[in-house]
């Protein structure tokens, strides 16, 4: 995805004029990186705070479900 440094904004590629320059100032658009985690080695990516929250529910309702199920068996 085109990029704009001066400007700091992404730009479509349609956007940009024949020359491949930004519209609003002039400057030639770079090439962005929009990969998750570019630059970082596998290692120092991990998974967001919300992702374990999901996780830590899915466990209790799982948990509460099963102490139902014994307890309707008795």
């Known amino acids: 995805m085109p990029w704009c440094g001066p400007c700091q904004r992404y730009l479509t590629p349609a956007a940009l004029d ?3 320059n930004c519209p609003a100032c002039g ?3 770079e090439q962005a990186d929009l990969a998750p985690g570019a630059g970082e ?3 120092e990516v991990r998974a967001p705070w919300h992702f374990w929250l999901v996780v830590v529910a899915t466990v209790a309702y799982v948990a509460w479900r099963i102490v139902q ?3 309707g068996a008795l």
Do not use: D, F
């Open 18 to 20: 024949p020359g491949g």
């Open 27 to 29: 400057e030639p658009a």
């Open 41 to 43: 080695s596998e290692e």
């Open 69 to 71: 199920l014994v307890i």
